[in-house]
């Protein structure tokens, strides 16, 4: 089914579908396949199935269970992403991420919520970064500049890690913690040079203001 260009609708729920134009309504739903070949904008959106967007996509709340693909930029005020959402750059207020997210150019956030798996070519910019690396994860950000960054790795039942991966250029912020985890009864000299070399293995250049992991356990 192919529908042209719509200046307002109230609903939106398809099937499957193409829409040759711009979509302007309350509320967007897919469960099937959709392609929209202009822009997007909406107040509530959500895909259980394959969306592509040609155009930017503008939304208040946006769940995705499914996969969903724009191929400018993604405005949202909150987001739930429990399945996979790709953009060019990415703007939102609140991001929660249980499923992916990959940003090929900029992403900034008011809070960046990560239980999944995210990749920001650029700069990724939020007040509140915390992430939690899942097993398997190859987590990646060009920088990051946050007031409040947090990148810990999963813990099992018995304790120990059992996180993914996380790599960086440069890290800026207020406060900072890395879950690296030198043992904490190194000597001072000795705690460093081991929680340097783990931020080297990171591929972490630059770490401002980095919150000593064994203070934080306290």
């Known amino acids: ?43 509530f959106f959500r895909n259980l199935g394959e969306v592509t967007v ?11 269970l499914g996969t969903t693909e724009v191929k400018m930029d993604c405005r949202v005020k909150k987001a739930k992403i429990s399945g996979e959402l790709s953009c060019k750059d990415f703007y939102g207020e609140e991001a929660n991420v249980r499923g992916s997210l990959v940003v090929k150019g900029n992403a900034e956030t008011e809070s960046m919520r990560v239980r999944g798996w995210i990749s920001v070519e ?13 097993h398997g994860a190859e987590n990646h950000a060009g920088e990051i500049g946050a007031g409040r960054v947090q990148i810990k790795r999963k813990r099992s039942l018995m304790g120990t890690a059992a996180g993914g991966h996380f790599t960086a250029g440069v890290i800026e912020g207020d406060d900072i913690y890395l879950d690296i985890r030198p043992l904490s009864w190194l000597g001072e000299a000795a705690w460093r040079s081991v929680r340097d070399a783990r ?10 203001r980095l919150i000593d992991a064994r203070k934080s356990d306290r």
């Open 54 to 64: 040609k155009g930017p996509l503008q939304t208040d709340e946006m769940r995705i």
């Open 1 to 43: 089914m192919q529908r042209t260009a719509a200046h307002f609708i109230k609903s939106v729920s398809w099937g499957e579908c193409q829409a040759a134009g711009d979509i302007d309504c309350e509320t967007f739903k897919v469960m099937g396949t959709c392609r929209v070949l202009g822009g997007l904008k909406t107040g």
């Open 199 to 208: 931020l080297a293995l990171l591929n972490i250049k630059k770490v401002t």
């Open 122 to 134: 650029g700069m990724l910019n939020s007040d509140n970064v915390d992430i939690v690396l899942r």
